[in-house]
């Protein structure tokens, strides 16, 4: 399996407050959270766009889960991809909201959703070309500005790239970030699917990655059609190969944040949690043999 | 490039379907967003891959509506695939919220299905109050601590923010909350206040006709207190008389106990925007 030298510590952005492995927090067990016994998890994330602009019950449990647990935040709907510049009122929302939150950063998708004034609501894939890496880097060092937090981006699976692409995706993907201060979500679910899906080595891409500037990673299951496309779900539990994956890449990256996705067919809270369990010792492994190769080399 | 492409999906994935085996229509479709060349080549020859999209696309916009007004849909059966389908390809989605979908679904459907004679009368109304509870579950309130319980004749009424006043012609709200009833509501004028209780549940008051127009009068319209119990009881030729009187003092003090109604007014509480649902 690909190597690649050790990533320089002082490159990625501060996370020191969060570590371990968080949820996806979704409305099937905030009841479960808030009135069980205290779930196990590091932290949760949430989508802002379930709560911008709503009052009542959720954005009011939000604000008791806030006192009690580290939040982190994950947006859907920015479309930095896309042509038009990002909704100004989107993003004044979306500002107050992490504010009001108190989120250490903020992350969405490398990929655009919206075609003019259409929104899509769902991660569209980017042409691989030049043009995209400079739009989509220069708007993440203004939104990164503009949001007063530390901006990730997050690479995304994709079926079909589309049209003809001038470069490779992982040339995409460190283009835009040689070009901007933007931490990576690295998203190894999605790494797997693609690879799956594109034929590719997954270690010898996540080794091509500036692992240094991974600020969380993501984990979810995905779902494999009768005409073998993986489809990216968050149906599913994780499965072997993704997690063997994960722990490859957390002996390089070192400690991250790690968060378990869950968005469909959402089991009882006990089962995530779990899961949760399951990639806290994965965790606890790959860093302890990170630490073993540090001791062996000094 | 990036324009036209965006502008290929959108019609891909909400517009009218275009069979993968139909190679003159997919020709058309990159030809009407200029997209030509190496990547029209690759457009075309990936086209049944890129029609996961439109699955996904709609999936996720049908999921939304399904969540918020699933007894209507269920009632529709076939008929709302066709105006699903229409919706989106004349009426898209411009919201990044999809809490945001069913208003704007609701606003391009309604008229449609007032309109048809195959769609039961009641339809319309079923669907307006399946969205009502989200919208009222979901309505941001300002804080109104400074709000003060006395009220006085002339003091305009001040409500708390999660609350609308509707108007039926069927009993919808009695309708079984289970989607495979088909049981048939009363045809009956029916007005509603909903509200949202401090437990953040949506609660429904049925009104009788001076209830209505004297809390259409309070809500919607901001009139005092005496305006509105004078215009109401003029509006439906009642005598504003002790009984009447009586009559609307408890329910005004009923609303307040369910926590609906705050009191009077301050001078400084900007006046809320019209509320009639």
Redesign the interface.
């Known amino acids: 399996m690909p190597e690649q030298a050790e990533p320089k510590a002082s490159a990625r952005p501060s996370q020191a407050a969060l570590a371990g492995v968080g949820l996806g927090l979704r409305w099937d067990f905030l009841e479960e959270v808030l009135d069980g016994p205290p779930p196990d998890v590091a932290f949760f994330e949430v989508s802002p766009?379930?709560y911008?602009?709503?009052?009542?019950?959720?954005p009011?449990a939000l604000e008791r889960i806030r006192e009690r647990y580290p939040i982190v935040s994950h947006g859907?709907?920015l479309s930095i991809?896309?042509?038009d510049e990002p909704?100004p009122s989107?993003l004044r929302q979306l500002k107050r909201e992490l504010d009001r939150l108190q989120v250490p950063w903020h992350s969405d998708h490398l990929c655009?959703s919206?075609?003019?004034?259409?929104?899509?609501?769902?991660l569209?894939p980017?042409?691989f070309?030049a043009?995209?890496v400079g739009?989509v880097a220069e708007r993440a060092r203004r939104i990164e500005d503009l949001l007063e937090r530390p901006f990730a981006l997050e690479n995304i699976s994709y079926?079909?790239?589309?049209?003809?692409p001038e470069m490779q995706e992982l040339e995409f993907i460190n283009g835009v970030l040689d070009g901007c201060n933007a931490g990576l979500l690295l998203d190894v679910n999605n790494v797997y699917v693609n690879a799956r899906n594109h034929g590719f080595d997954p270690h010898a891409f996540i080794a091509g990655l500036p692992l240094e500037r991974v600020l969380e990673i993501h984990v979810a299951g995905h779902e494999v059609l009768a005409s073998g496309?993986v489809?990216d779900t968050h149906g599913e539990r994780v499965v072997s190969p993704v997690l063997a994956l994960l722990e490859w890449t957390l002996e390089r990256t070192g400690e991250v944040p790690v968060l378990l996705e869950r968005d469909n067919q959402v089991p009882p809270l006990a089962e995530l949690l779990g899961e949760v369990r399951v990639l806290t010792e994965l965790s606890a492994r790959a860093l302890a043999r990170r630490a073993e190769r540090h001791a062996t080399r000094a | 490039m990036q324009r036209a492409l965006e502008s290929a999906i959108a019609e891909l994935t909400l517009g009218p379907a275009i069979a993968p085996e139909d190679s003159a229509a997919i020709a058309a479709w990159l030809e009407r967003h200029e997209l030509t060349g190496d990547d029209a080549r690759a457009l075309t020859r990936d086209f049944p891959r890129l029609l996961v999209y439109r699955t996904l696309v709609r999936r996720n916009l049908r999921g939304a509506l399904e969540s918020t007004i699933p007894r209507a849909i269920a009632r529709l059966g076939p008929r709302f695939d066709a105006d699903f389908a229409e919706f989106l390809d004349e009426s898209p989605p411009v919201t990044r919220l999809l809490k945001d979908v069913t208003p704007r679904f609701l606003a391009f459907a309604l008229p449609r299905w007032q309109r048809d004679p195959t769609v039961p009368g009641y339809l319309p109304d079923l669907a307006r109050h399946e969205a009502l509870q989200i919208e009222v579950a979901t309505l941001l309130a300002r804080p109104k601590e400074n709000v003060l319980a006395e009220l006085g004749l002339d003091d305009q009424v001040e409500f708390i923010d999660a609350a609308r006043l509707v108007h039926y012609d069927w009993a919808v709200h009695r309708l079984p909350e289970d989607e495979a009833s088909r049981a048939l509501p009363e045809r009956a004028r029916i007005s509603l206040l909903a509200y949202r209780s401090p437990e953040h549940e949506v609660r429904y008051l049925e009104l009788g006709a001076f209830a209505a127009e004297l809390l259409s009068r309070l809500l919607v319209g901001r009139q005092s207190l005496r305006l509105a119990l004078t215009g109401a009881a003029a509006q439906l030729e009642l005598p504003l008389e002790s009984e009447l009187l009586g009559a609307s003092a408890r329910l005004l003090s009923e609303l307040a106990e369910r926590g609906a109604l705050l009191g009077k007014t301050p001078m400084d509480l900007p006046i809320t925007p019209t509320q009639l649902g």
């Open positions: 766009e379930n911008l602009g709503r009052g009542g019950y959720y009011a859907l709907t991809g896309a042509s909704d989107y655009f919206t075609a003019g004034e259409r929104v899509l609501h769902e569209l980017l042409k070309c043009e995209n739009r079926y079909v790239h589309p049209g003809e496309l489809l």
